[in-house]
């Protein structure tokens, strides 16, 4: 859907909601891999503009897992009494008659995200890297700290350890690649059998990384995209944030860009420094967090060099996918890291 497709209707919905006087300004998409996403300003003749984000499925996508955005509210509703930097909800609905399908508005944070990891400006002007991953690590502890399991008890059912293998094979199943699909199927099988037999269980944001914070003047002020969010084993998290920061875990291309951030080790201790979670399992966390996003590459490859979700970025994780299917089998074949 154009932008140009929607103004319309977005215009119209800002006079219901704030009357006749409110203009739509500055209104763009805002990139993201879930749906649409698009940031706007309402124009008030005797206020402040209020500045807001519409997410909505992309066209013809039904409103299921990632692409049902309603689905978020209650969770970010949990976020925001808990005073994560997450964006607080405004206003939703299922009635498509508004945008032509479910929507949700949010709050827009202030800051900006530092420049993507897989593109050519990775880490350009970034200073006091350290602090910022320090900051985004701590806050990442105070959503593991929220009892997700008890105040999103009617959200969703929490998905362990083996559900949360099981649950990509659907989509690496969805790739033609047969070489790909027998090598993530041997890394299903690998750490179905080298699953621990207990885990903490809470929000797992599930793509949480440098791509999805936002900073301003030196400090973590909005962590985004919680599409992907569920209530399972929490170290999922922070394995996936070592395996985005692991060389070892990456081909030639991205790896001439990875000497901007710290790596693993520094989210380690700064981990181990706020949160009393044993940490003994996260070998394993950051296989399957290999192994989620091998399967996600399988898939979205494929659509992305057919056109059908153009992105850069799967490039450079088709040339990582062997490097993070042989690290992951390294990780959990090994008694530590």
């Not at 209530?231 to 944030?241: F, Q």
Request: with cysteine; proline share 7%.
């Amino acid at each position: 859907m154009k932008l140009d497709e929607i103004l319309p209707r977005l215009r119209a919905w800002s006079r219901n909601a704030y009357g006749d006087g409110a203009q739509i300004d500055a209104a763009g998409f805002l990139g993201g891999h879930s749906g649409l996403t698009i940031g706007f300003d309402v124009l008030l003749p005797e206020a402040d503009a209020d500045r807001l984000v519409l997410k909505m499925p992309p066209p013809g996508a039904a409103a299921k897992d990632n692409f049902d955005v309603v689905r978020q509210v209650p969770l970010l509703n949990v976020l925001t009494a808990h005073r994560i930097p997450a964006p607080q909800v405004r206003w939703y609905s299922d009635d498509v008659s508004v945008f032509g399908g479910p929507y949700l508005m949010t709050c827009r944070l202030p800051g900006a995200p530092l420049p993507d990891v897989f593109g050519p400006n990775a880490g350009i002007g970034v200073v006091d890297v350290f602090k910022l991953f320090d900051d985004a690590v701590a806050n990442l502890v105070k959503i593991h700290a929220i009892d997700g399991a008890t105040e999103l008890a009617d959200w969703n059912s929490p998905r362990l350890v083996h559900d949360e293998i099981e649950h990509w094979v659907r989509v690496l199943h969805k790739s033609t690649n047969a070489d790909w699909t027998r090598k993530g199927m041997a890394l299903r099988d690998l750490l179905k059998r080298k699953a621990p037999d207990r885990c903490t269980i809470g929000i797992v944001h599930g793509d949480f990384y440098s791509n999805n914070w936002l900073f301003k003047d030196g400090r973590l002020s909005g962590i985004v995209d919680w599409e992907g969010t569920s209530v399972g084993p929490i170290l999922l998290d922070l394995g996936w944030l070592c395996m985005m920061y692991d060389e070892e875990s990456w081909g030639p291309i991205r790896r001439t860009s990875m000497n901007w951030h710290p790596g693993p080790a520094s989210f380690i201790s700064r981990y181990s420094e706020l949160s009393q979670v044993d940490l003994g399992d996260l070998p394993f966390y950051r296989a399957l967090a290999g192994y989620r996003v091998a399967c996600l590459t399988a898939y979205y490859y494929e659509l992305h060099r057919k056109g059908k979700r153009n992105n850069p970025a799967w490039e450079v994780f088709a040339e990582a996918f062997p490097f993070i299917i042989d690290r992951s089998i390294d990780l959990v074949t090994r008694d530590s890291a």
